[in-house]
Each structure stands twice: as C-alpha cells, then as structure tokens.
C-alpha cells in the first residue's frame, strides 16, 4: 500500500479524492497496490465529507510524514503551491499537479529536483484536463520531431465562444455558467485574457523541445475584443473563432509561439472542437499530424488525470522517469515573424475604401448587409508586415489572425 495526500479539496482536489475512492480497485490493479488517501489539506474543515478525519491545516504533518510517498498538488496559484510542492520533493515525495501556473514558473527546478531525488513531478492534469497529452508527448511519441503544436487548450472561453456563436449566449452569461460548472480559474482574467492558455502552450513546447520556455515571452491576447459581428462575418464564410494556442519550430531552432483568437475554417480538424472541449493537434517530422482531443476542464476528467498520475508513480516508486526538460533555455522567435492571414474588419463599404486597403492583398471580401462597414481577408502576411501595414489605417473595427 502507498499513502497519498492532497493539497487543496477544491474542485480538483476533492474530484481526485472522489475517484481514489469510486475507482479503488480498478487503481490497485493498475499501480499493483492500494492508493490509501492519508490527508486533505486544506484551510477549511468538511464536515460531514467522506474525507473529514483526513482534514489536517498543518503542511508539516504531510512533510515530516514518512508513510507519504505520494502527494497531490490542487491548490492552484504560486503560493503556497510552489514551496509546499518543492518541499515534498525535496522530502523524497512524488508529486502530482493539476497546477499549469506552477508547472510554467516553476517546472524546470521542480523537475530538476525530482531527478536528484529520484522521484516524480508529473503534471498530466496541467493542459488539456483529462486529456492524455502530457504522457504521449514524452512517450509514444519519443521518437519525433514535433514540428507543431496548434490547441484549443482553454474550456472556459471555448464554452464562451461557442455558446455565443451558436446559441448567441452574452459573453457574461457564457461565463457565469462556465463558473457555475467549475471550469473557470479563481478568477476568470487569466482565462479570458489568455493566460491560462499561454502556460499551458508553454508546458506543452518545453515538452516537445526538451527546454526551458519562459511563458512570459509569449504573445498573448484573450477573447474579450471578440462580438457578435465578428462570428456573423466568421459564418458567412464557414468559420468559426477560437481562441488557440500555436508553436512551431522554424528551421533556425527557434520556436515561434503565440495564443490569440483565431479564425478557424470547418475544414479544419479543430473547428469541431466545441464547449468545454479541448483539441490539441501536433506535428511531428514522421508521424505527421496526431490530435488529442476530450474533457478540458471540470472536476472529473482533470482529477482522472491525477489519479493516472499516482499509478504511473506507483509503478515507478523507486525511479525518475525520463520526461520534461532542462535549464536550458529555448529561443523564442519575435511575434513579428509570424505569418498569418487577417481578418480584418473596416468601417465604409469597399466601393470607398478598397484602395487604402490594397497593401493588405485583400484575398476576399466580406459583407453582411450592414451599410457601415465590411470585411476582407489578406494575403498571408508577417506579424511585422500587417502591423506597420495597418499603421494610421483609419476606421479597422476589428483583426483576426486566421488559421491556414
Ligand atoms: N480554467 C481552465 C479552463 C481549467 O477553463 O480550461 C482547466 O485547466
């Protein structure tokens, strides 16, 4: 038998809990022996809870504890996340995280630690939440070059955005409910503006690099400049706005890595990527495309993760299992050599307006009966090339990067 605690019962905290006790058996055989839950901190008491005499308030208790070998981190935040996690580790105590904040500030000297130790600090539940991603990317496809990475990773704005698209749901009523449903973070900014989405890219980058990538380096923009006109222009030529998360490896070695609304045809395998769903496409140099895709958020599927992740650390009690990345930093290439088509949306009609719009080689132009204003889409162009293009352009109501 293995002792685990957790820290947290929030949402995820008392899902894994939840799932350690529904699915008892089913874990034995997985981890070859019983996952028994020793405590629950928490600042709070549950009374009345399955877990009640578990409830400690004193980190120390788990630390000074010998007979925890696992731990579950579901605090969320940095503090006091990341010391309580770093100093299990360096107790000899594996360690499991749901915590994509902790894993991008941190992930590199917690693995670094883990690897001294010879124990584990995995974060299956970090992108994606119950969506195998994290162990393919180091294990079946071990082999690979991933080339791409391309996610719709965040829950809460895909809920957004698709109950505003289809059901013409407010962005505030969308996002009310996102909460009620516990998918959003404690406080929604850090979903709707991106943040979320630009940690999780940035985990899922250093994976398929092997390096440090410093999520602060990532552009980022949320969803909140995106209205209803943008999804009637969007529908009008069959595609939708998401917001995703992109890396790819240029030839140099550097990584170009961005998260930003995009507009994303039906032909694309991530358009049918909808609600609380996530989708993650990867490239890789043999394989070609592989995508992921399942449950991104809630307490079930993201616990379900954790709990995959104390069998794997049963089974490998004794050992640090080769994963993650290093000190070593990876080089991120400037937002401006991007290349994208625009979406971009002009006050006037295109009779008065087109020959200021000409350097953006529009490729389309888009109507929706409205008098005002109008549409087109641009040739593929670079992030710097669109920026001092648009420079002075009056009356641009609205740009949206597109996917190709
Ligand atoms: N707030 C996150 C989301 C939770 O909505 O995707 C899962 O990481």
């Known amino acids: 038998m293995m002792n685990a605690a957790i820290m947290g019962y929030g949402t995820i905290g008392s899902g894994v809990a939840e ?7 089913t874990i034995r055989k997985a981890a070859g022996q019983e996952i028994a839950l020793k405590y629950v901190l928490d600042l709070r ?21 010998p007979e925890v070998e696992l731990v579950v981190e579901a605090m969320g935040g940095l503090n006091p996340a990341y010391p309580f996690v770093k100093a299990c580790l360096l107790a000899g105590k594996h360690v499991a995280t749901s915590n994509k904040a902790l894993v991008a500030a941190y992930g590199s000297e917690l693995l670094e630690i883990a690897r001294e130790k010879q ?7 970090s992108v994606g939440g119950g969506i195998p991603i994290i162990r393919p990317l180091y294990n079946c496809l071990m082999g690979e070059e991933i080339r791409e990475i391309t996610g719709v990773l965040n829950g809460t704005t895909n809920f957004i955005l698709t109950k505003m698209d289809e059901e013409g749901w407010s962005f505030d009523a969308a996002l009310k ?14 979903d709707v503006e991106g943040h979320d989405t630009c940690r999780k890219l940035a985990i899922l980058t250093a994976m398929a690099a092997g390096k440090e990538v410093n999520y602060e380096e990532i ?25 995703a998360g ?12 961005c998260v930003a609304p995009l507009m994303i045809d039906k032909a694309h395998p991530l358009y049918t990527v909808k609600d609380v769903y996530n989708g993650i496409l990867v490239k890789g140099n043999m394989l070609g495309d592989t995508m992921y895709y399942g449950s991104g958020a809630g307490k079930l599927p993201t616990a379900s ?16 299992v080769k994963m993650g990345w290093t000190l070593e930093k990876q080089e991120l290439a400037p937002m401006g050599a991007n290349e994208f088509r625009y979406f971009i949306r002009v006050s ?10 000409m350097a953006f080689g529009p490729r389309e132009i888009i109507s929706i009966g409205q008098p005002e204003e109008f549409a087109i889409v641009s040739k593929v162009m670079s992030e710097a090339d669109y920026q001092e293009t648009a420079l002075g352009l009056e009356g641009i109501l609205s740009v949206i990067r597109m996917l190709a």
């Not at 009620?180 to 404690?186: C, D, I």
């Not at 992109?246 to 890595?257: F, I, M, N, T, Y």
Request: with cysteine; charged share 35%.
């Open 19 to 25: 799932i350690l006790e529904k699915n008892k058996e």
């Open 45 to 65: 008491e549950f009374p009345g809870s399955p877990v009640e005499d578990k409830v400690i308030h004193d980190f120390s208790v788990i630390e000074q504890d």
């Open 119 to 125: 124990v584990n600090f995995f974060f299956e539940a």
């Open 177 to 190: 409910e996102a909460q009620r449903l516990g998918y959003a973070e404690q406080d929604p900014t850090a």
């Open 219 to 243: 552009c980022t923009e949320g969803i909140t400049r995106i209205s209803d006109r943008d999804f009637q222009y969007a529908k009008k030529i069959g595609m939708s706005v998401k917001l």
């Open 246 to 257: 992109l890396s790819r490896l240029g030839k140099d070695g550097k990584v170009s890595a």
């Open 305 to 320: 993760a954790v709990v995959a992740d104390l069998i794997e650390m049963a089974r490998h009690k004794d050992e640090n």
């Open 348 to 357: 006037g009609q295109p009779e008065e307006r087109l020959a200021d719009l």
